[in-house]
């Protein structure tokens, strides 16, 4: 990948996971697609790992797809198929990581970009964050994957209004329509570091069963997805981490969770 996504495990419980293409504001290639999928998939099984933070280097978050090699790899139908379907699994795969995600959202968020943004659990944009969704723009139409995402956290107006005239949104504007979570001060990564530390006394299994949990409910898919819910629930219950929390609750102490 010639360095376009770094992983920083400088940290062993906080994964900082860097799309680093400056020189076209982080623009995602194919391969990117592909590959930062691969390292949330990864990282959702590595069990020291409790917090993924995604961001931008050189001032920037992700500009979107790099449409300089659509020529090579979207001139066809087919493989305008295949291109979004990478993208849509890139997006799914951070979306069902297990442990907690943070896009730390500094310059340009455009495009495919707020797709990655809007996979992750919780989104802090600083003062030089700016949003924006250019289809219309490109007479492109955005997948179902990406627009759900949109759906789910603006609502289908705001949605609308987003995909309809393809305008830029302030840092502020985001937090207040929902496309980001947070607002910080100072700068968006160290924002999201310091709500990642403070996950540290968080139960690992906990924050797993939640996402199931909440993922169904918001899908209204509970009854389908009974087994699962069971199966994360279980999975806590026998947990050497339940007795550390029993234990560190009557002994008046901070847990040391583990993940197990």
């Known amino acids: ?11 062993a419980a906080i994964a900082v996971v860097t799309i680093n293409q400056p020189n076209r504001r982080n623009a995602m290639r194919l391969a990117m697609w592909k590959e930062l999928g691969r390292i949330f998939s990864e990282l959702s099984h590595a069990a020291d790992v409790r917090a993924v933070i995604l961001c931008g280097s050189g001032g920037a978050f992700c500009a979107g797809a790099d449409i300089s090699e659509f020529d090579e790899v979207r001139s066809t139908i ?11 699994a890139c997006q799914i795969a951070i979306a069902q990581c297990t442990k907690v995600t943070i896009a730390a959202i500094s310059g340009p968020c455009f495009g495919g970009g707020v797709g990655l943004a809007l996979s992750c659990d919780f989104r ?3 003062a030089s964050a ?14 179902v994957v990406e627009t759900r995402a949109l759906f789910d956290a603006v609502g289908l107006a705001v949605a609308k209004e987003v995909l309809f005239t393809g305008r830029r949104y302030s840092a502020d ?10 607002r910080s ?3 968006a990564l160290g924002a999201a570091l310091d ?4 996950l540290k006394l968080s139960a690992p299994l906990t924050i797993k069963g939640a996402k199931v949990v909440l993922d169904a409910i918001a899908r209204s898919e509970t009854s389908e997805r009974e087994g699962a819910i069971q199966a994360v629930a279980d999975e806590a219950i026998v947990s050497e981490d339940y007795k550390e929390g029993v234990a ?4 008046k102490r901070d847990p040391k969770f583990r993940g197990v």
């Open 78 to 88: 087919e493989e305008g198929r295949a291109y979004e379907a990478a993208g849509d």
């Open 248 to 251: 560190a609750f009557a002994e």
């Open 1 to 11: 990948m010639d360095g376009a996504l770094l992983v920083d495990r400088s940290d």
């Open 124 to 126: 802090f944009a600083d």
């Open 195 to 198: 709500f990642a530390n403070g």
């Open 130 to 143: 700016y949003f924006g969704i250019p289809a219309a723009r490109l007479s492109n139409v955005y997948g």
């Open 185 to 187: 001060d100072s700068d």
């Open 173 to 182: 504007e985001a937090l207040q329509v929902g496309m980001a979570t947070h």
